[in-house]
């Protein structure tokens, strides 16, 4: 856990212009017939698009540039089992710094890949929390790198929370803007965003039902920190961090927990109508509208996808064996 | 065949400024990765999000809007296995006037939905070129619709050409502009705005080596009409039209055949690292320039991705079964 206070809407300004001459504008995607068939207008922010392919180079390149040149040098360090190692490699890459990585076997082989193209060291380990902690509290004390929590991080945060301020700035009169939860690097980012640019706006998260930990910790009031995810959203298995959790519940956010057939049916709908290959975590945005579509009915709506490192081999349609 | 005069670059022109209200100015997308790879700066224009999900449009809503308000009235007529029946059931949708597609057996399940939607009339017929052709006739005589033939009609290929206009506009300094041709709607097309426009700027054709009839036609100097398509792109089993090759020969333009391995092990790469869920007839292009990287090595080079109205079931990859 991050001992740094909690992010203001203050750091999201600044993560701004320090992430600009690194991080890409990405653009905002509209289809028809994903509004007719949503009965909303739907506006995507493609952060799939983004450099390492998702939104997490917001909150990674934040964080490296945020730090003193003394410190930098030492390198950084994270454990992740994916895009969060990807971006924080690339970033690292982009200051010339060295990034270590632990990543839990079992990890996506896009986003492995992606992290060992970057130029990163990579640590397996188990695939457990514990042996996670362990294998960075070792590394940390052998090459003093500094940690980057992929989402407890307090410019890991703010920089997130970039992605909602470009959404925003194009479409000012949102509703509602719905993010996926994991974590809650985003979540919270986006939270601090609204709640300083646009406080008519809903914040919506969508959380795999198989990992719904910060649905019931927002409903208890309590957080949620032992549970076994079992989704197909690889992204989407952290449990809520604790400043994360404490900014969303102060936002009112509120959960709509989807199944994996439901964001495998929106995933598919990605693909066919928006023509984007979205990774399953980020297409638990449109599975929420679809699911519970009263709720959006008419209304002008953001979804940020959050990223598009699909494992084709794993994940994608076959009619010949029924997968999908 | 068109009985019209073949389209000249004011054509273009025209086009442009007719499906200007109706038609996406589509983006250009490039990726680092995919640039790496090919050794070459490559520059994607998007008309796989096009309205209709493919360049098709573009001729369509041109040939659509050039008829007179009697002649539109009756309606238009076409025989397509997919992409130009969309777009002309799309284009004259807009217009408030009927369309009526016929359409082989066989064709792609995501296509015939997309006409079906648009609202136009389907006739299915015989997967032969006679038979498309004699049910075109019959319904000609019956109800005095006009006929906009997929690749040979004069606006139709001018309208096509408004693709390359667009991005020459954007990038004028092209040093190679790759299209795929079956018919040779889009590439006749092409060929106008070069010459006008680029001239310094070679037209190369990405062609499937199972229906390579445009290569044989250009080596040779006579068109060749009779053969059996043997390919993966759905969109590139038609013979190259006569006024397309005419076209063609005289824009000097070279054609790269690509086998569909290579198609789809491009196809697979601009969705991975494009992001982009393209058909395997638009992955021709990068096929054409990965299967000849000397041809294009450190050049600016554009492609345009010409659709992506995949059947997923039937066309994606698949670890379990080995698809792909």
Same mark, same amino acid.
């Given at each position: 856990?991050?001992?740094?206070?909690?992010?203001?809407?203050?750091?999201?300004?600044? $993560?701004?212009?320090?992430?600009?001459?690194?991080?890409?504008?990405?653009?905002?995607?509209?289809?028809?017939?994903?509004?007719?068939?949503?009965?909303?207008?739907?506006?995507?922010?493609?952060?799939?698009?983004?450099? &390492?392919? $998702?939104?997490?180079?917001? &909150? $990674?390149?934040?964080?490296?540039?945020?730090?003193?040149?003394?410190?930098?040098?030492?390198?950084?360090?994270?454990?992740?089992?994916?895009?969060?190692?990807a971006?924080?490699?690339?970033?690292?890459?982009?200051? /010339?710094?060295?990034?270590?990585?632990?990543?839990?076997?079992?990890?996506?082989? =896009?986003?492995?890949?992606?992290?060992?193209?970057?130029?990163?060291?990579?640590?397996?380990?188990?695939? @457990?929390?514990?042996?996670?902690?362990?294998?960075?509290?070792?590394?940390?004390?052998?090459l003093?790198? =500094?940690?980057?929590?992929?989402?407890?991080?307090?410019?890991?945060?703010?920089?997130?929370? =970039?992605?909602?301020?470009?959404?925003?700035?194009?479409?000012?009169?949102?509703?509602?803007?719905?993010?996926?939860?994991?974590?809650?690097?985003l979540?919270?980012? +986006?939270?601090?965003?609204?709640?300083?640019?646009a406080?008519?706006? #809903?914040?919506?998260?969508?959380?795999?039902? /198989?990992?719904?930990? !910060?649905?019931?910790?927002?409903? !208890? &009031? !309590?957080?949620? !920190?032992?549970? +076994?995810?079992q @989704? %197909?959203?690889?992204?989407?298995?952290? /449990?809520?961090?604790?400043?994360? *959790?404490e900014?969303?519940?102060?936002?009112?956010?509120? #959960?709509? +927990? %989807?199944?994996?057939?439901? @964001?495998?049916?929106?995933?598919?709908?990605?693909?066919?109508?928006?023509?984007? @290959?979205?990774?399953?975590?980020?297409?638990?945005?449109?599975?929420?509208?679809?699911?519970?579509?009263?709720? *959006?009915? /008419?209304?002008?709506?953001?979804?940020?996808?959050?990223?598009?490192?699909?494992?084709?081999?794993?994940?994608? *349609?076959?009619?010949?064996?029924? +997968?999908?």
């Amino acid at each position: 856990m991050s001992s740094s206070p909690p992010p203001r809407f203050d750091d999201v300004l600044a $993560a701004a212009a320090r992430i600009a001459p690194h991080a890409r504008m990405t653009p905002v995607l509209c289809e028809p017939a994903l509004d007719a068939l949503a009965g909303a207008a739907l506006h995507f922010k493609a952060e799939h698009l983004q450099r &390492g392919g $998702a939104f997490k180079f917001r &909150g $990674a390149c934040n964080a490296v540039w945020a730090l003193q040149d003394a410190r930098a040098a030492r390198g950084v360090l994270t454990h992740s089992s994916g895009n969060h190692g990807a971006a924080l490699a690339l970033a690292a890459a982009g200051r /010339g710094i060295a990034a270590h990585v632990v990543v839990p076997q079992g990890a996506v082989r =896009t986003k492995l890949a992606l992290i060992e193209a970057a130029g990163a060291t990579v640590h397996p380990c188990a695939p @457990t929390l514990a042996a996670r902690e362990a294998a960075c509290a070792a590394l940390q004390r052998e090459l003093g790198a =500094t940690l980057i929590h992929p989402y407890e991080d307090a410019q890991v945060i703010a920089g997130q929370g =970039t992605a909602a301020l470009e959404l925003l700035h194009a479409l000012p009169d949102l509703d509602v803007l719905v993010v996926p939860v994991g974590g809650g690097g985003l979540a919270a980012g +986006t939270a601090l965003v609204l709640a300083a640019c646009a406080p008519h706006c #809903v914040l919506v998260l969508a959380e795999p039902a /198989g990992a719904d930990d !910060t649905a019931r910790s927002l409903a !208890t &009031g !309590t957080r949620v !920190t032992a549970f +076994t995810p079992q @989704t %197909v959203c690889d992204g989407l298995r952290a /449990g809520i961090g604790a400043p994360n *959790f404490e900014i969303l519940r102060a936002a009112r956010a509120e #959960v709509v +927990t %989807v199944d994996d057939g439901q @964001t495998r049916a929106a995933m598919r709908l990605l693909w066919q109508y928006l023509k984007q @290959t979205v990774e399953p975590s980020g297409a638990t945005v449109l599975a929420a509208v679809l699911a519970q579509p009263a709720r *959006f009915a /008419g209304r002008r709506v953001g979804l940020v996808l959050s990223g598009g490192n699909v494992d084709l081999d794993a994940i994608a *349609f076959c009619a010949r064996c029924g +997968t999908g």
